[in-house]
Nanobody, 127 residues
Framework: QVQLVESGGGLVQPGGSLRLSCAASGTGSIFSIDVMGWYRQAPGKERDVVALISSRGSTSYADSVKGRFTISRDNAKNTVYLQMNTLKPEDTAVYYC???????????????????WGQGTQVTVSS
């Protein structure tokens, strides 16, 4: 099994900053992860992509967060980060970590998990 564990959410005032982290782990040894990213879901709305980063470091962002959020990853630690600056009330949501194309070695055999989700972490921006 492969799992993603998020941390770093919380309550922050408008204009403040938060840093989310998401670490991938499993029963075997993770060999590679293709794309890692962050999505968010506000109450009553669909889950939307926030930012994505490839294994080579190519990034993409939702228009609403460009210039304020920065995604990065540490391949050696199988960890992805989301630095969120100048937060706005409309950024309030549950933030989910996602990993696509996870290859892990389990009992000497390579296995592929196409799409893995974290459990989500709440981010609330309010005064």
């Amino acid at each position: 099994q492969v799992q993603l564990v998020e941390s770093g959410g919380g309550l922050v005032q408008p204009g403040g900053s938060l840093r989310l982290s998401c670490a991938a782990s499993g029963t075997g040894s993770i060999f590679s992860i293709d794309v890692m990213g962050w999505y968010r879901q506000a109450p009553g709305k669909e889950r939307d992509v926030v930012a994505l980063i490839s294994s080579r470091g190519s990034t993409s962002y939702a228009d609403s967060v460009k210039g304020r959020f920065t995604i990065s990853r540490d391949n050696a630690k199988n960890t992805v980060y989301l630095q969120m600056n100048t937060l706005k009330p409309e950024d309030t949501a549950v933030y989910y970590c996602n990993a696509e194309g996870v290859v892990a070695v389990v009992a000497g055999t390579r296995r592929l998990w196409r799409n893995v989700w974290g459990q989500g972490t709440q981010v609330t921006v309010s005064s």
